[in-house]
């Protein structure tokens, strides 16, 4: 998809406040980790900030959010509270979990963010549910699941797809695709790419984004958003991505010989 202009000046701030206060929020845990406090594991979203800026700035307050262990840019964006984000990291009684879960489980119902999981692909299944129930509820609201493209080789996934279609429910399904489950890339996993060609045998429209532009995504979003709203359907964003960070933990990883820093470059420079 061609990149669209950003729009007002004021969404420019906003989009750009929100990207920062992320950005830095990370780079923060990563500093403090090493201090071995933190009582959690992290996987970092340093890099792949744009696809929770994107997406969660075209919906309305109401709307509901889920995500994965990368949740912090999620949880953040859909106005989850950073002090007990970061309280759960370090296992406190005022986390947004009670502490009890840490840095891959952040929820806050009050914000519409329906919990994130460490467990791959088991949140998109709780979302579709979510959407049947905002169908039922009748008010317009719609669901965001987000995933990565490790998560569309569980089954979990074709199911997903399959009941959301066949009952029109309100669900935008964004892979954050980074090339990558863990240390194995995608060409030794899927047999094809086409991702959206496979998505789009079950009737859901689909859009690609492959320049991590946030406005393209952000205008592409919103149109999303108008037809989910007016029941025709799920829809299905799949946004090429680059985690600049190793899976978990807060370094980077070139050294650990799956992947070259040249692969980061381009995105460095389109940063
Ligand atoms: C059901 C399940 N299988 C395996 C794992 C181990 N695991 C943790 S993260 C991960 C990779 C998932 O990759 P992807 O969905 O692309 O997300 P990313 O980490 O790239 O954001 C795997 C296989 C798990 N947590 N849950
Ligand atoms: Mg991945």
Redesign the pocket.
């Known amino acids: 998809m061609k990149p669209e202009p950003p729009t007002d000046d004021e969404t420019i701030e906003t989009v750009y406040r929100l990207l920062r206060l992320i950005r830095r929020s990370e780079e923060e845990i990563a500093r403090l980790y090493p201090s071995d406090k933190i009582k959690s594991p992290i996987?970092l979203s340093i890099g792949q900030e744009f696809v929770s800026v994107g997406v969660i700035g075209a919906l309305d307050e109401a709307d509901v959010v889920s995500a994965?262990?990368?949740g912090h840019a999620a949880y953040i964006a859909k106005g989850g509270d950073l002090g007990k984000m970061m309280a759960e990291l370090y296992g406190k009684a005022g986390g947004c979990a009670g502490g009890k879960a840490g840095s891959m489980h952040l929820v806050d119902m009050e914000q519409g963010i329906l919990g994130t999981s460490?467990?791959?692909?088991t949140t998109i299944p709780v979302a579709v549910g979510y959407a049947l129930a905002l169908k039922r509820e009748g008010r317009g609201r719609i669901v965001v699941s987000f995933?990565?493209?490790?998560?569309t080789e569980?089954g979990a996934f074709a199911e997903s797809l399959n009941f959301a279609a066949l009952h029109d429910l309100p669900i935008l399904f964004v892979c954050?695709n980074?090339g990558?489950?863990?240390h194995s890339p995608i060409e030794d996993r899927w047999a094809s790419p086409a991702l959206c060609a496979r998505v789009e045998t079950y009737g859901i429209r689909t859009h690609r984004f492959t320049e991590g532009d946030v406005f393209a995504l952000r205008s592409a979003t919103e149109k999303a958003c108008q037809s989910l709203r007016a029941g025709d359907g799920p829809v299905f964003i799949e946004c090429l991505a680059c985690?600049w960070r190793e899976?978990v933990g807060p370094e980077d990883d070139f050294d650990a010989g799956y992947r070259d820093r040249a692969e980061m470059e381009p995105w460095l420079a389109n940063d």
């Not at 995933?147 to 998560?151: E, I, N, V």
């Open positions: 996987h994965t262990y990368r460490a467990v791959v692909a995933f990565g493209d490790g998560a569980e954050e980074n990558y489950a863990i985690r899976h």
